[in-house]
Nanobody, 116 residues
Framework: QVQLVESGGGLVQPWGSLRLSCVAS????????MGWYRQAPGKQRELAAE???????NYASSVVGRFTVSTDFAKATTYLQMNDLKPEDTAVYYC??????????WGKGTLVTVSS
């Protein structure tokens, strides 16, 4: 069983910054991607940012230039540095791990609220 635990969410003012962390543990097979999805109230879950095991990142267009994903695949740990936060970034952020064998795991999520 693989477990993902997120931390770092909270309340931040517009244009502020937050850093999310996620650590995976358990019987982890070879990782294909590790990253972050988010779900705003009343909306579907969407990709925010992910890192491929090749070292290439992938970002949603709405976060390009503001968010940075970094991943230590050896430690199964990923971070999301979020700068210049906007109210529309308010969401529950979920850590995601996708193995090369096709198995996928999710964290329980951490709430990010951007409000003055």
């Amino acid at each position: 069983q693989v477990q993902l635990v997120e931390s770092g969410g909270g309340l931040v003012q517009p244009w502020g910054s937050l850093r999310l962390s996620c650590v995976a543990s358990g019987n982890i097979d070879s990782i294909f991607t590790m990253g972050w999805y988010r779900q705003a109230p009343g909306k579907q879950r969407e990709l925010a940012a992910e890192m491929f095991s090749t070292g290439s990142p992938n970002y949603a267009s709405s976060v390009v230039g503001r968010f940075t994903v970094s991943t230590d695949f050896a430690k199964a740990t990923t971070y999301l540095q979020m700068n210049d936060l906007k109210p529309e970034d308010t969401a529950v952020y979920y850590c995601n791990l996708y193995e090369k064998n096709g198995k996928e795991y999710w964290g329980k999520g951490t709430l990010v609220t951007v409000s003055s």
